[in-house]
């Protein structure tokens, strides 16, 4: 049985953000596109590293510095926690040609400046907190600790199980597919695509896997002049994106890659932001409307699949069973978390941070 998906594209009263992932829990473990996100490939001139514990506002933080950008005419792009989608990861800013980013840099997506002062700037929230409060809760906060290195632990096993089943069905499918066909349907998308100077690939996860379940956000879609959906048919789909991948590339072309979250080799999504194309991969959920539907089963030998259904089918029930397996883990993990959470909330100086807040979004923005 397929693990609900949690829709969060209406969960949020900013539901016309321009929404992505900058990481992912995977099959390889935690999985960060921070460098291509967050550096000069993406455009980013200047990069605030905050730090900070749980619960110290980091999200809040990059939320008001966003409101505030908003506010003077600045466009945003936001990223959201693959374990928390409900909190900040980072953002981008574009005001004119200048485009300042800010990162949540603790560990596990641990970020350090490589030109200090000069391409990065530090912001530490850890300066608004009572650590006497802290070292009261010094045994609670280390067991806690532990508890969810350990939830996470088990998650990634299930999560690396998962994804060998997963590999299992891929290699069984090898024999079934028609690529030749798969290649001549990639050439016809991207024919309509103009010839690109240079090609550039952005990072830009549509799908997350985490401690509040899975979550998949729409911004391609709607962003997008014209939507393809591909209806996919035992994980065949990845194929074809890794033909218009490929292609791209060879044309130069501009591109936004979602990557599959638990196994990140193969991509779920593409945007080219120059035509306004997307290319997205559905797995039973309504299409958006209007879009164009390509059925990835036509595009499977129906003889050689009969030898080989089997097995696919029962890697594919295996690796829906993992991944439930890994979300329980996840589960757990956000217990501790959010109680990490209230003990570093409880600590803070929160109207000291806000003022501070403030005085950074007059130095950086401007009044």
């Given at each position: 049985m397929t693990q609900q998906v949690q829709d969060t594209r209406y969960e949020s009263t900013h539901a016309h953000e321009r929404r992505y992932f900058a990481a992912s829990n995977s099959c390889h473990g935690f999985v960060s596109y921070y460098p291509a996100c967050f550096g000069s490939e993406n455009g980013v001139e200047k990069l605030y590293i905050i730090k900070g514990g749980p619960g110290t506002g980091k999200s809040r933080f990059m939320r008001d510095v966003a409101e505030h950008a908003v506010a003077r005419g600045a466009d945003v792009t936001y990223y959201y926690c693959s374990s928390d989608a409900a909190s900040l990861d980072g953002i981008i800013l574009t005001a004119g040609d200048r485009r300042i980013g800010l990162v949540d840099g603790t560990p596990p997506h641990a970020c350090e400046p490589t030109i200090p002062g000069v391409q990065e700037e530090l912001v530490n929230l850890g300066a608004f907190w009572n650590t006497d409060r802290l070292d009261a809760h010094a045994r609670d906060i280390r067991r806690l600790c532990q508890e969810k290195n350990a939830a996470y632990a088990c998650a990634y096993r299930y999560l690396a199980a998962c994804g060998e089943m997963r590999a299992v069905a891929d290699e069984r499918m090898r024999a079934c597919v028609k690529q030749d066909k798969i290649e001549a349907l990639a050439e016809r998308l991207l024919r309509d695509q103009p010839m690109g100077?240079?090609?550039?690939?952005?990072?830009?996860?549509?799908?997350?896997?985490?401690?509040?379940?899975?979550?998949?956000?729409?911004?391609?879609?709607?962003?997008?002049?014209?939507?393809?959906?591909?209806?996919?048919?035992?994980?065949?789909?990845?194929?074809?994106?890794?033909?218009?991948?490929?292609?791209?590339?060879?044309?130069?072309?501009?591109?936004?890659?979602?990557?599959?979250?638990?196994?990140?080799?193969?991509?779920?999504?593409?945007?080219?932001?120059?035509t306004g194309l997307c290319i997205t991969v559905n797995e039973g959920e309504p299409a958006v409307e209007p879009a164009r539907v390509i059925s990835m089963r036509l595009y499977v030998d129906a003889n050689a699949l009969r030898t080989a259904r089997a097995d696919v089918r029962e890697a594919l029930r295996l690796a829906d069973q993992l991944k439930a397996g890994a979300l329980k883990s996840l589960s757990h993990a956000a217990d501790s978390h959010f109680a990490l959470e209230k003990i570093y909330s409880a600590a803070m100086d929160f109207s000291a941070k806000e003022a501070y807040t403030e005085l950074f979004c007059r130095a950086v923005l401007g009044n």
């Amino acid at each position: 049985m397929t693990q609900q998906v949690q829709d969060t594209r209406y969960e949020s009263t900013h539901a016309h953000e321009r929404r992505y992932f900058a990481a992912s829990n995977s099959c390889h473990g935690f999985v960060s596109y921070y460098p291509a996100c967050f550096g000069s490939e993406n455009g980013v001139e200047k990069l605030y590293i905050i730090k900070g514990g749980p619960g110290t506002g980091k999200s809040r933080f990059m939320r008001d510095v966003a409101e505030h950008a908003v506010a003077r005419g600045a466009d945003v792009t936001y990223y959201y926690c693959s374990s928390d989608a409900a909190s900040l990861d980072g953002i981008i800013l574009t005001a004119g040609d200048r485009r300042i980013g800010l990162v949540d840099g603790t560990p596990p997506h641990a970020c350090e400046p490589t030109i200090p002062g000069v391409q990065e700037e530090l912001v530490n929230l850890g300066a608004f907190w009572n650590t006497d409060r802290l070292d009261a809760h010094a045994r609670d906060i280390r067991r806690l600790c532990q508890e969810k290195n350990a939830a996470y632990a088990c998650a990634y096993r299930y999560l690396a199980a998962c994804g060998e089943m997963r590999a299992v069905a891929d290699e069984r499918m090898r024999a079934c597919v028609k690529q030749d066909k798969i290649e001549a349907l990639a050439e016809r998308l991207l024919r309509d695509q103009p010839m690109g100077e240079r090609a550039v690939e952005i990072p830009a996860l549509c799908h997350a896997v985490g401690m509040t379940g899975e979550s998949r956000f729409d911004t391609f879609e709607r962003e997008a002049k014209r939507v393809v959906v591909l209806s996919d048919y035992y994980g065949i789909a990845s194929r074809l994106t890794a033909a218009l991948c490929e292609r791209s590339r060879v044309r130069g072309l501009r591109v936004l890659v979602s990557h599959d979250p638990i196994c990140p080799e193969q991509i779920d999504g593409l945007f080219y932001p120059d035509t306004g194309l997307c290319i997205t991969v559905n797995e039973g959920e309504p299409a958006v409307e209007p879009a164009r539907v390509i059925s990835m089963r036509l595009y499977v030998d129906a003889n050689a699949l009969r030898t080989a259904r089997a097995d696919v089918r029962e890697a594919l029930r295996l690796a829906d069973q993992l991944k439930a397996g890994a979300l329980k883990s996840l589960s757990h993990a956000a217990d501790s978390h959010f109680a990490l959470e209230k003990i570093y909330s409880a600590a803070m100086d929160f109207s000291a941070k806000e003022a501070y807040t403030e005085l950074f979004c007059r130095a950086v923005l401007g009044n």
